[in-house]
T-cell receptor
Framework: SAVISQKPSRDICQRGTSLTIQCQVD?????MFWYRQQPGQSLTLIAT?????????ESGFVIDKFPISRPNLTFSTLTVSNMSPEDSSIYLC???????????FGSGTRLTVV | GNSVTQMEGPVTLSEEAFLTINCTYT??????LFWYVQYPGEGLQLLLK?????DKGSNKGFEATYRKETTSFHLEKGSVQVSDSAVYFC??????????FGQGTELSVKP
């Protein structure tokens, strides 16, 4: 199955600043997904990122707040912009594993906004 | 729309006890179903999956059977260990590869 390297693993940021999270996959993949896990909550899909096209955002998430890049088939970034304490969450990227064993997740980025 | 409902936690068991975590789903058609596990401070790991009705997924002593009659995918393990302490998420695959997760069930196993 695909292996995803995600960084940073955690960060503490000042409100009003932005943080970019990176995910590198060890194989070429068509779709990548970005999820948010708020404290003590389940995972919610932010957007789907396909190479060569704009990301598709879920209801409640907008590109100005969560811009996503997908420059090639092995890499994607998510930026959390103009952060507020409500953005404190774990952010995870995901992709489909070859042979459809399932969906693989990065180790997550634990973000705290102060 | 499609949804997943899990039993609320936390669930506290003694080592070697039998585990059941209930998961039911609402979906059009027969989506693939998954159980993921999240150990403290870590990301999600796929535990097992089932892609069609009556399929049984199994891994590391955990099992779950895709039951279309009861729209359920309950997770079971015959004898839990302290190392199984984690949060368990039931999920279904929605259109376009998007996963819909249940709310998660925290399991704590005491020695």
């Amino acid at each position: 199955s695909a292996v995803i390297s995600q960084k940073p693993s955690r960060d503490i940021c000042q409100r009003g600043t932005s943080l970019t999270i990176q995910c590198q996959v060890d194989s070429q993949v068509t779709m990548m997904f970005w999820y948010r896990q708020q404290p003590g909550q389940s995972l919610t899909l932010i957007a789907t990122a396909n190479q060569g096209s704009e990301a598709t955002y879920e209801s409640g998430f907008v590109i100005d707040k969560f811009p996503i890049s997908r420059p090639n088939l092995t890499f994607s970034t998510l930026t959390v912009s103009n952060m507020s304490p409500e953005d404190s969450s774990i952010y995870l990227c995901s992709t489909e594993s070859a042979g459809f064993f399932g969906y693989t997740f990065g180790s997550g980025t634990r973000l705290t906004v102060v | 729309g499609n949804s997943v409902t899990q039993m609320e936690g936390p669930v506290t068991l003694s080592e070697e006890a039998f585990l059941t975590i209930n998961c039911t789903y609402t979906a059009t058609g027969y989506p693939s179903l998954f159980w993921y596990v999240q150990y403290p401070g870590e990301g999600l790991q796929l535990l097992l999956k089932a892609t069609k009705a009556d399929d049984k997924g199994s891994n590391k002593g955990f099992e779950a059977t895709y039951r279309k009659e009861t729209t359920s995918f309950h997770l079971e393990k015959g004898s839990v260990q302290v190392s199984d302490s984690a949060v368990y998420f039931c999920a279904l695959e929605n259109q376009g590869g998007k996963l819909i997760f249940g709310q998660g069930t925290e399991l704590s196993v005491k020695p």
